[in-house]
């Protein structure tokens, strides 16, 4: 009724949701959370699943590795160890026990987090979050890279272990939190930070991911060189299909 009476609202509702869609400004609607994580009201030795379906997180740690609650706008977050270099570096990370429902296969999935990270907190690399292994088995995974403190997304499928990746244009490592978002509809893969699309690249259609991996947040474990994430985080989700 509104486009008839009004044909340029139409019009200007048909510009503003495709800008949206351009920038990639909202998260999809379709497909299911299957595992969520806001941190609140959570207690250190474990963290409860909010999906639903009981993929709770448990702390693994190593060299007094330890994690720290800390208030996130009206909530809590998890902060991670301050970085460190040699060998007895203080080591954390949460998993969850492996399920094939946290595997997407071909399907669509979308994955992000909300993550504070100060310009001297960067390294090598940190992850976010993942499942699986490049080296080993199919994967998914989000992380911040260098000394510039650039997130990208990771997928490695299980029959071609070449790897995916898309890195973002901006940095989030100014001390400020954002929301950090992967993406992979069919044939794409993209980032987006606070909303806005960042990076994209073309993957194969067909990438396909199934492991027996747990999922981690933080890190791969406890063990050295575990890619240990140094900042905040909060906020974790995935969502298949």
């Known amino acids: 009724m509104l486009s008839r009476l009004y044909p340029w609202a139409a019009a200007l509702a048909a510009v503003v949701l495709f800008a949206a869609s351009a920038q990639g400004a ?3 609607t379709t497909g299911k959370i299957v595992a969520r994580y806001d941190f609140d009201g959570t207690r250190l030795a474990s963290v409860l699943d909010e999906s639903g379906l009981g993929h709770n997180l448990t702390v693994v740690s190593s060299q007094a590795g330890a994690l720290k609650l800390i208030t996130h706008g009206t909530g809590q977050a998890f902060a991670f160890p301050a970085p460190c270099t040699g ?4 080591r954390v990370a949460l998993r969850s026990p492996s399920s094939a429902d946290l595997n997407p296969g071909t399907a669509n999935i979308a994955y992000g987090a909300a993550v504070e990270l ?7 690399g940190q992850n976010v ?10 994967q998914y995974k989000l992380q911040v890279d260098g000394k510039a403190g650039l997130p990208s997304c990771v997928l490695v499928d299980n029959r071609k272990p070449a790897i995916q990746l898309v890195r973002s244009s901006i940095t989030v490592a100014d001390g400020n939190w954002h929301t950090v978002e992967c993406r992979r509809v069919a044939g794409s893969l993209s980032i987006l930070v606070d909303g806005t699309l960042r990076g994209t690249r073309a993957i194969p259609v067909a990438l396909s991911i199934r492991n027996d991996q747990p999922l ?3 890190g791969k474990g406890a063990y050295r060189d575990n890619d240990q994430f140094r900042g905040a985080l909060d906020d974790v989700w995935v969502r298949i299909g």
Do not use: L, R
């Open 26 to 28: 909202s998260t999809p």
């Open 118 to 124: 100060g310009a001297t907190q960067t390294s090598k």
């Open 129 to 138: 979050v993942q499942k699986g292994y490049s080296a080993t088995s199919s």
């Open 216 to 218: 981690a947040i933080g």
């Open 87 to 90: 060998k007895t570096c203080a």
